[in-house]
T-cell receptor
């Protein structure tokens, strides 16, 4: 099955700093999503981005499908950005809805 | 507001008891999913259903059962056969022709 690797596993930032999170995947995908899991466990859908670039406020994401990686950019980080960021992918022809999750990047933003 | 409601938020059970987790959605989504999350890990698929009265096993279905009698509802039963039931359980759904999954707020199950 598809392998998903996220880096770095942990990231500590001062408020206001920028960061880049990376997601590598081992095969072609027709679905790639970035999620933010807050300290209460709530999983928020940030981007659906199997290819191309999207932006939403201070967050943006780029997926280069031909090279099998995606990047999540967080600019001017805030303490509320803390939590775990997951990348999840779904391959072609696999079980419907079987998103394969990476292990996540745990982000801590210090005031 | 449309969304996915999971209840309860926290659930405690004794070993050997079956327990049912609720998931209801008012998004008119056809497909619904159950995932399990263990500490420090990503999510793993337990069961999914793409249509009423039909469901499929995911990667870790052993010890779990589901039903899909209504489009809005997809309850998950954690049976006594599940060896390590303590975990965070998340329900998700998506509409036909749409790939993005949307999640409920989860139920944290503790079995002692």
């Amino acid at each position: 099955g598809i392998q998903v690797e996220q880096s770095p596993p942990d990231l500590i930032l001062q408020e206001g700093a920028n960061s880049t999170l990376r997601c590598n995947f081992s095969d072609s995908v027709n679905n790639l999503q970035w999620f933010h899991q807050n300290p209460w466990g709530q999983l928020i859908n940030l981007f659906y981005i199997p290819s191309g670039t999207k932006q939403n406020g201070r967050l943006s994401a780029t997926t280069v499908a031909t090279e099998r990686y995606s990047l999540l950019y967080i600019s001017s980080s805030q303490t509320t950005d803390s939590g775990v960021y997951f990348c999840a992918v779904e391959g072609y022809g696999g079980s419907q809805g079987n998103l394969i999750f990476g292990k996540g990047t745990k982000l801590s933003v210090k005031p | 507001d449309g969304g996915i409601t999971q209840s309860p938020k926290y659930l405690f059970r004794k070993e050997g008891q079956n327990v049912t987790l609720s998931c209801e959605q008012n998004l008119n989504h056809d497909a619904m999913y159950w995932y399990r999350q263990d500490p420090g890990q990503g999510l793993r698929l337990i069961y999914y259903s793409q249509i009423v009265n039909d469901f499929q096993k995911g990667d870790i279905a052993e010890g779990y059962s589901v039903s899909r009698e209504k489009k809005e509802s997809f309850p998950l039963t954690v049976t006594s056969a599940q060896k390590n039931p303590t975990a965070f359980y998340l329900c998700a759904s998506r509409g036909t022709g749409v790939l993005a999954l949307h999640f409920g707020n989860g139920t944290r199950l503790t079995v002692t």
